[in-house]
């Protein structure tokens, strides 16, 4: 079984950085895509930034110049840099991949951190 965590949540002020990471850990596995998603209160989850094929990073819009999305060499741990923290950027942050364990696909979803960003 392949399983996803998140760390690095937590609380922070308006213009504030946090680093998110997600660790993957299990047998017989590759990672192939991975994205970061989040969702606050009484909203959608969303995409904030993706890494869909190696090389390749996307945004959303609203986090574009602020966020940083990254993966470790040993692509199993991948990175979220934020930084010009928002009060809107106040959510819910899951990782999740595409991936391949043993001979399927499986689509992997961790279970969340929790941001906040408030003064």
């Known amino acids: 079984q392949v399983q996803l965590v998140e760390s690095g949540g937590g609380l922070v002020q308006p213009g504030g950085s946090l680093r998110l990471s997600c660790a993957a850990s299990g047998r017989n596995f590759r990672i192939y895509a991975m994205g970061w998603y989040r969702q606050a209160p009484g909203k959608q989850r969303e995409l904030v930034a993706a890494?869909?094929?190696?090389?390749?990073?996307n945004y959303a819009d609203s986090v574009k110049g602020r966020f940083t999305i990254s993966r470790d060499n040993d692509k199993t741990t991948y990175n979220l840099q934020m930084n010009s923290l928002k009060p809107e950027d106040t959510a819910v942050y899951y990782c999740?991949?595409?991936?391949?364990?043993?001979?399927?696909?499986?689509?992997?979803w961790g279970q969340g951190t929790q941001v906040t960003v408030s003064s």
């Open positions: 890494i869909p094929n190696p090389g390749t990073t």
């Open positions: 999740a991949a595409n991936a391949i364990v043993g001979d399927s696909r499986s689509d992997l």
